[in-house]
């Protein structure tokens, strides 16, 4: 089974905080993802990593940075933390669905940040 | 806390029911579909996918339908117990290694 593992299910940091969330998977997957998930917004990927050291902007990658040391892990990183970043941090990582063929994405159980 | 599904559709069903859940996708070339279920506090749940050569495919109790003509996935759960009870979202995927479009998600209750 794929497993997807993030540091914390919860966090509770204040307003210039500098946040690390941690994501690890078993799976040796080349692909890994951040997301946030907003109520009314859906899902939003902010970065990803298609391999080690190698990183790319998802679609609000603002205020956010990443990391990928190792290619079971990727961090994302709230330079400053700011009440507007409060929110579900989801990680993924991409490997070969049983049937179709085809990678798709694996989820980790989630980090609920607030920002105070 | 907020839940993933304020906001959302909801679908009631009566347990032991069949459940179909509609998604429409928006881009005529994506090429890969998948469905997710979150339940509450947790993080999406593979259920199944379908490549875009097929318009059916089956798992454990549930069925993926895809009509390329009007651009619609569907989701069917056969006999929805209470533990299926979650918010389920579809995905898109134009081209392989190329990044997923999920859908806002509907919230499946299952009524005892």
Known sequence: DVKVTQSSRYLVKRTGEKVFLECVQDMDHENMFWYRQDPGLGLRLIYFSYDVKMKEKGDIPEGYSVSREKKERFSLILESASTNQTSMYLCASGGWAGGSGQETQYFGPGTRLLVL | ?112
């Open chain 2, 1 to 112: 806390g907020e839940s993933v599904g304020l906001h959302l559709p909801t679908l009631s069903v009566q347990e032991g029911d069949n459940s179909i859940i509609n998604c429409a996708y928006s881009n005529s070339a994506s090429d890969y579909f998948i469905w997710y279920k979150q339940e509450s506090g947790k993080g999406p749940q593979f259920i199944i996918d379908i490549r875009s050569n097929m318009d059916k495919r089956q798992g454990q109790r549930v069925t993926v339908l895809l009509n390329k003509t009007v651009k619609h996935l569907s989701l069917q759960i056969a006999a929805t117990q209470p533990g299926d009870s979650a918010v389920y979202f579809c995905a898109e995927q134009t081209g392989a290694n190329s990044k997923l479009t999920f859908g806002k998600g509907i919230t499946l209750s299952v009524r005892p």
